[in-house]
C-alpha cells in the first residue's frame, strides 16, 4: 500500500500576498473545526464546507481558488462560536480579493462589477430611473436642514417588490412628521456588493467618492432601507463632517416611537415570527429594537423561531450569494422558512431586502401554510391603517 | 509560436435605452445620456487579452471619436492593453461607414505592424456590422465575421473560428493579418486591474490624433467622405395594440383568452 | 470623395444577390425579389438575381418565379462555398460588367460579410437593416430604425453606384411564386483561381433548424420561464407552432440563438405570439412587433410588454399556461394537435 503524500511547496512571496489580502486574520485559528460544524452549508448539502481548511490555506498563504471561497454568506455565524474570535469573513473576502487579481472568479462577477462601475447599482439600471419607486407619491429632494436623509439602496430603488417598502417607510416617517429627502437620482450605490465579492481596490474608491459626495451634500442622521446599506456606512466608511449617523430604519422608528412622534393606537391582529437578518443582528446587534417597535403594535402576537436574535439562521442572500446561483435544494432560505411555518405564526416578519427575496423564493416549500412575508415597514404601515373594527389586514407580499 | 500584434477597433455608444427623440425638432437627445462601451467591443478586448495571455505580444486599442473617448480607452488599459490611439477631429464627424473604415484603417497603417484586428460585431447605435469588413477590405486583409472564438495557429499565420451562419455554423481558417468580428456575449470582459487604473489614469499611453497627423485625404472622411446621406428623419409609429387586460381566476382569464386568439389559430 | 468605379448614368436595374447554402436558396433572397418586383413594375426597370455557387443553375427558376427578370449564374467549383475573398472577387467583377443601380442583399451573417466587402471594393454606399425600401425619383430610400427604435431614419445614396442595402429575413413577405413568369437564365464567366481563395472552410454545419421567421404562431419565454420550457413547448405543439424566446433565456445557458427573438436575433411575423414572462424591452420586441395577434402573460403590471400587447394577463406564466392548455385541448375536441 503506497504512502499518499500531498507535499505543497509554501512561498514566503505567496504567504506574503496572502497574509496581505487577508489583513492577517487567519493567524489566531488553532483549526478546532467549530466553524465548519456551525456553518449553515453543512445542513443543506451532504458534506460540510470546511471552512477550517480555507483558514489553514491561507495560513499557510496558499491561495485559494476553490469554488467554497464563493460559498459564504458572510453570515458570521461561525465568528459567534469561534473561541479565538478570528475575523473568518476577512480571511475569506481576501481570498476573494487575491482571486480577482489573478480573474479566477465565478462567471458573472466580472459582469456585475462591471454594471456598478458603469451603472453605478447592481441591477444594471440608469441612474435615471432611480426615482421611479416613487410613482404615485412625491417625495423630495435631500436638504441639510432635514431632520433625516432617507437612503433607498439599490433594490429598494429598483426592485419592485422591494419598492414597496421604501413607500410603506415613507408613509411612517410622514405619519411621525419627519422631514426627509432622497438624493434622487445622484444617490451613490453604499458598495456592499463589491465589499462582500472581495473587490477592496474598488471598494476603496466607492467608499472614498461617497463619503465625501454625503459630507459635501451635508448629510448628517441617515437611514436605510437595508441592513447591507447600513453596515457599511456605520462600519467602513470615514466620519468626514464629524456629524456622520448612519441608522437602519428600525432603529430610527424605534426612536421616533420613543419620543412619541410615532404611535400605533389601533389593533393589527397578527401572529407574526421576526426573521433577523445576521447585518442586523449579529453584525450590528440590532435586534432589540425591531423587536420593540413590533411589539408596540397592539395586536400583534410574536412568537419567536429556536434560531434568534443573534443566533439567527442566515437567508443565504448574504457575501454577494445574491448574484450567484444557489441550487434548488440547498436553500437555507427554505430551511428558515420551514422553521417560520412550524411557529405557526401568519407572517414572517423581516427587515432586508435580500432576506425578503431569499424568504420569498421559498414560499413554495410552505405552499398550504397560508405564511407571507412581509417587511417590519410594511407591518407597521398596516397598522397605522388599521381601522378600529377588527378588518382583514391587506397583504402587500406575495402570496 | 510568435507574439501577436492585435489592434482591437472600439467604440464609445450612447446607452440606448436613454436615447430619446426631439419630437420638436426631430432630433435624437444625446445631452443628458450616457455612455458606455459598445458592448461587443468589451467581447473583443476580452478576446484580445486572452490571446496576448496566451501567446505574448501586445494588445493596442484604436478608436474613432471625440475627446471624451479618452477616459474610457483608459478603462481598457486598466483592463490589460498596451496602449490607445484616438482618431479626433471634427473632419471626422458625420462618416458613414465608408468613410469611417477607411479612417480606422488609415489609422492602423499609422499604428505599424499588425496581426490582428479584432472589432466587436456592430455597434449598438448604428448596428451595421459594417465596418469590420470595410476594414479589411481597404487593408487587404482576411476577414472573419461573427466569429464565436478565435484560436491561432501554431505556426502563428493563420487563425481559425467558428462563426455563425443563417442556419447554423461553420469553422474557417483564414491567413493573418486578418480582421474579426467577435459576436456579442462570446466571453465575459474581466473587469479592470486597479493597480494599473492608476497608471492608466495617471500615464497610461493614450495618442490623439488629427486628420493631418495620420494624413488622410479629406475628400474620404466624415461627411465629405460618405456616399449615404440621411434625407429624413420621421417618428416610429406606435402599433396600435389593444392593450386589454383580462382578469378572473387562472381558468376564466385561461378561457376568455382561448375565445380572443381562437381566429387566429387553427382548431379541429 | 472616393469615386464609386462607374457612374449613376451608366447604372441600370434592379440586382438582388441570391444566397445559397448547400443548394438551397435562403428565402430572404426570394423575399427581396418580390420586393424588388414591387418596386421595378411600376417603374419599368429589370430585376435581375445575382446567384453565384457551384452546380446552381437550377436554382434560377425559383428565383425567376418569384420576381426575377434574369438570373445571372456565375459558377466554379471554387465557389461551391462561400468564401470572402471567392465570392467578393467574383461577385465584384460581376457587378462591373453589369452596371447595376440597385443592389440589394440579405441581412444574413454570409449576406453582410460579403456586403460589407463589396461595398468598399467597389466604393460605394451600403445601408444596413433597412426596414423598407422605396424608390423616390428614381434614387433608392432605405429606412432603418435609429436607437430605441422609436426614431426611422431615410438614407440615400444620391451619387455612388450601385445603391447597397441588407434587409433582414422576415422584415418583407415571400412573394407567391408565379410559375408562369419567364426569365433569362445567363451564365456569366468566372475567373478564379486557387490563389484567390485563401479561406478554408473546415466545417460547415447547417442544422435542420427551425426557421422561425416563418413561423405563423409563436410561443416565447423569457425570464419568467426559469429555464422550464415544457409548458411553452406544449402549447406551442397543439397551436402548430413554434417555441422562441428573448435574449435571457441564451445568456443564462438554458437555449442556444436557434430560436432567438429582438434585435440581436430573428424579426418575425407570425399570426399569433404569445409571450411568456419576457418583461419586452425594445431590443426584443423588434423581433415580434409585427405579429398580428400578441399575447402577454407576465407577473409584473407595469411590464412594457403589456404596452406592445393586444391581450394582458398579469400572471405566472406557470398558472395560466397549463388551464390555457387544457381550453386548447377541449377545443381541439380531444385531439390534442401535434
Redesign the interface.
Given at each position: 500500500m503506497s504512502r499518499r503524500t500531498d507535499s505543497v511547496l509554501l512561498e514566503d512571496e505567496s504567504w506574503e500576498r496572502v497574509d496581505n489580502a487577508t489583513g492577517g486574520a487567519a493567524a489566531p485559528c488553532f483549526q478546532c473545526g467549530v466553524c465548519t460544524a456551525i456553518c449553515p452549508w453543512g445542513l443543506v448539502k451532504n458534506e460540510a464546507v470546511s471552512v477550517r481548511k480555507m483558514i489553514r490555506k491561507a495560513q499557510l498563504g496558499l491561495p485559494d481558488w476553490s469554488k467554497d471561497i464563493w460559498l459564504c454568506t458572510t453570515c458570521q455565524w461561525c465568528e459567534s462560536r469561534c473561541p479565538h474570535e478570528v475575523d473568518i469573513t476577512k480571511v475569506i473576502t481576501g481570498l476573494r480579493r487575491l482571486a480577482w487579481k489573478e480573474r479566477e472568479v465565478p462567471h458573472g462577477l466580472p459582469t456585475l462589477l462591471w454594471d456598478v462601475y458603469f451603472d453605478g447599482n447592481t441591477l444594471g439600471r440608469p441612474p435615471s430611473e432611480r426615482p421611479l419607486w416613487t410613482k404615485g407619491i412625491t417625495v423630495k429632494e435631500f436638504s441639510p436642514k432635514d431632520d433625516i436623509l432617507l437612503y433607498l439602496g439599490d433594490d429598494a430603488a429598483y426592485d419592485r417588490r422591494i419598492q414597496k417598502v421604501a413607500r410603506a417607510l415613507v408613509s411612517l416617517l410622514e405619519a411621525a412628521g419627519v422631514t426627509f429627502g432622497t438624493l434622487g437620482e445622484r444617490e451613490p450605490t453604499c458598495g456592499d456588493a463589491v465589499r462582500a465579492l472581495g473587490h477592496e481596490e474598488y471598494l476603496t474608491e466607492i467608499i472614498d467618492t461617497n463619503a465625501r459626495f454625503f459630507k459635501e451634500a451635508g448629510v448628517k442622521t441617515m437611514v436605510t432601507v437595508s441592513p447591507h446599506c447600513y453596515d457599511m456606512f456605520a462600519n467602513r466608511y470615514p466620519n468626514l463632517s464629524g456629524d456622520f449617523r448612519p441608522l437602519h430604519y428600525t432603529q430610527y422608528l424605534l426612536e421616533l416611537i420613543t419620543s412619541e412622534r410615532l404611535k400605533f393606537e389601533n389593533e393589527l391582529p397578527m401572529k407574526v415570527t421576526y426573521h433577523d437578518p445576521c447585518y442586523l443582528s449579529r453584525r450590528n446587534d440590532v435586534f432589540d429594537e425591531p423587536r420593540q417597535v413590533l411589539q408596540s403594535i397592539p395586536g400583534i402576537e410574536l412568537v419567536e423561531m429556536e434560531r434568534s436574535g443573534q443566533d439567527t439562521l442566515c437567508c443565504g442572500g448574504g457575501g454577494g450569494r445574491m448574484w450567484m446561483e444557489t441550487a434548488a435544494g440547498e436553500r437555507f432560505s427554505d430551511l428558515r422558512m420551514q422553521e417560520a411555518a412550524e411557529t405557526g405564526a401568519e407572517v414572517v416578519v423581516t427587515s432586508c431586502p435580500h432576506c425578503i427575496s431569499c424568504l420569498e423564493d421559498s414560499l413554495s416549500v410552505v405552499a398550504g401554510s397560508g405564511l407571507r412575508v412581509l417587511d417590519l415597514a410594511e407591518v407597521a404601515q398596516m397598522a397605522l391603517q388599521a381601522q378600529d373594527a377588527p378588518a382583514k389586514a391587506t397583504a402587500s407580499g406575495r402570496a | 509560436m510568435r507574439p501577436l500584434n492585435i489592434i482591437v477597433c472600439l467604440k464609445v455608444v450612447p446607452k440606448p435605452e436613454e436615447v430619446k427623440v426631439n419630437q420638436e425638432t426631430m432630433t435624437i437627445e444625446r445631452a443628458n445620456v450616457r455612455s458606455e462601451i459598445n458592448p461587443p467591443d468589451m467581447n473583443a478586448v476580452e478576446l484580445a487579452l486572452e490571446l496576448k495571455e496566451k501567446h505574448g505580444g501586445t494588445v493596442s486599442l484604436l478608436s474613432m471619436g471625440p475627446p471624451l473617448f479618452d477616459s474610457y480607452l483608459r478603462l481598457i488599459l486598466a483592463m490589460g492593453a498596451d496602449r490607445a490611439y484616438l482618431l479626433s477631429d471634427r473632419a471626422f464627424a458625420g462618416a458613414d461607414t465608408l468613410a469611417t473604415s477607411y479612417t480606422l484603417a488609415e489609422g492602423i497603417r499609422k499604428m505599424g505592424e499588425y496581426d490582428l484586428i479584432i472589432c466587436g460585431e456592430e455597434s449598438s447605435d448604428g448596428a451595421t456590422a459594417q465596418v469590420p469588413p470595410g476594414i479589411a477590405e481597404w487593408l487587404e486583409a482576411s476577414q472573419i465575421t461573427y466569429a464565436e472564438d478565435l484560436e491561432v495557429l501554431p505556426d502563428g499565420q493563420s487563425v481559425k473560428a467558428r462563426r455563425e451562419l443563417a442556419g447554423g455554423y461553420e469553422v474557417v481558417q483564414v491567413p493573418l493579418p486578418a480582421v474579426v468580428s467577435l459576436k456579442v456575449g462570446a466571453n465575459e470582459p474581466r473587469f479592470m486591474d486597479f493597480d494599473r487604473k492608476t497608471w492608466a489614469e495617471a500615464e497610461g499611453p493614450v495618442t490623439t490624433w488629427s486628420a493631418q497627423d495620420i494624413g488622410l485625404d479629406e475628400g474620404y472622411i466624415g461627411l465629405q467622405g460618405s456616399p449615404t446621406i440621411v434625407s429624413g428623419v420621421a417618428m416610429a409609429p406606435s402599433a396600435e395594440r389593444r392593450r386589454e387586460f383580462l382578469s378572473g381566476t387562472p381558468e376564466e382569464e385561461a378561457q376568455q383568452l382561448l375565445e380572443r386568439i381562437r381566429s387566429s389559430i387553427r382548431l379541429d | 470623395?472616393?469615386k464609386?468605379l462607374y457612374d449613376a448614368k451608366d447604372a441600370r436595374g434592379i440586382w438582388v444577390y441570391l444566397?445559397q447554402?448547400q443548394g438551397k436558396l435562403?428565402s430572404v433572397s426570394l423575399e427581396l425579389l418580390g420586393k424588388a418586383r414591387q418596386l421595378a413594375s411600376p417603374a419599368k426597370l429589370k430585376v435581375t438575381g445575382l446567384l453565384l455557387g457551384d452546380k446552381v443553375a437550377g436554382l434560377a427558376q425559383e428565383a425567376i418565379a418569384a420576381g426575377a427578370d434574369e438570373v445571372l449564374v456565375a459558377e466554379h467549383p471554387l465557389l461551391g462555398q462561400y468564401?470572402?475573398?471567392g465570392y467578393?472577387k467574383v461577385a465584384t467583377q460581376v457587378i462591373m460588367d453589369g452596371k447595376p443601380d440597385i443592389l440589394l442583399l440579405g441581412a444574413?451573417?454570409?449576406g453582410?460579410?460579403l456586403?460589407?466587402?463589396i461595398?468598399?471594393?467597389v466604393?460605394?454606399?451600403?445601408?444596413?437593416?433597412c426596414t423598407d425600401l422605396a424608390l423616390e425619383d428614381g434614387l433608392l430610400?432605405g429606412e432603418v430604425?435609429?436607437?430605441?427604435?422609436?426614431?426611422?431614419?431615410?438614407?440615400?445614396?444620391?451619387?455612388?453606384r450601385p445603391q447597397m442595402c441588407t434587409v433582414r429575413?422576415g422584415v418583407f413577405s415571400p412573394p407567391a411564386p408565379d410559375s408562369s413568369r419567364k426569365g433569362k437564365v445567363t451564365s456569366v464567366p468566372v475567373e478564379l483561381t486557387k490563389d484567390d481563395v485563401?479561406?478554408?472552410?473546415?466545417?460547415?454545419?447547417?442544422?435542420e433548424?427551425v426557421?422561425i421567421t416563418r413561423a405563423e404562431?409563436i410561443v416565447a419565454a423569457g425570464r419568467g420561464c426559469r429555464g422550464d420550457f415544457a409548458l411553452v413547448q406544449e402549447l406551442a405543439g397543439l397551436?402548430?407552432g413554434e417555441v422562441g424566446w428573448s435574449r435571457v433565456p441564451?445568456?443564462q445557458g438554458w437555449v442556444s440563438?436557434d430560436c432567438m427573438i429582438g434585435?440581436?436575433g430573428y424579426v418575425t411575423r407570425p399570426?399569433?405570439a404569445?409571450i411568456c414572462g419576457i418583461s419586452g424591452?425594445?431590443?426584443f420586441t423588434v423581433g415580434i412587433?409585427k405579429a398580428?395577434?400578441?399575447?402577454a402573460i407576465n407577473l409584473?403590471e407595469?411590464a412594457p410588454i403589456?404596452?406592445?400587447?393586444?391581450?394582458?394577463?398579469?400572471?405566472d406564466m406557470f398558472?395560466?399556461l397549463?388551464?390555457?392548455i387544457?381550453?386548447?385541448k377541449k377545443?381541439?375536441?380531444g385531439?390534442g394537435?401535434r
Open positions: - | - | 470623395m472616393a464609386s444566397e447554402d435562403e468564401t470572402t475573398d467578393t444574413t451573417p454570409n453582410r460579410d456586403a460589407g466587402r461595398a468598399v471594393r466604393r460605394t454606399g451600403l445601408t444596413a437593416d430610400s430604425t435609429g436607437f430605441g427604435g422609436g426614431v426611422l431614419a431615410y438614407i440615400k445614396c444620391p451619387n455612388h429575413p485563401k479561406v478554408q472552410v473546415l466545417e460547415h454545419v447547417i442544422g433548424g426557421d404562431v397551436l402548430d441564451v445568456d440563438r434585435q440581436t399570426k399569433l404569445i424591452a425594445f431590443q412587433e398580428e395577434t400578441i399575447v409584473d407595469e403589456f404596452e406592445q400587447a393586444d391581450y394582458c394577463v398579469v400572471d398558472r395560466i397549463p388551464p390555457l387544457d381550453a386548447i377545443a381541439h375536441g385531439n394537435g
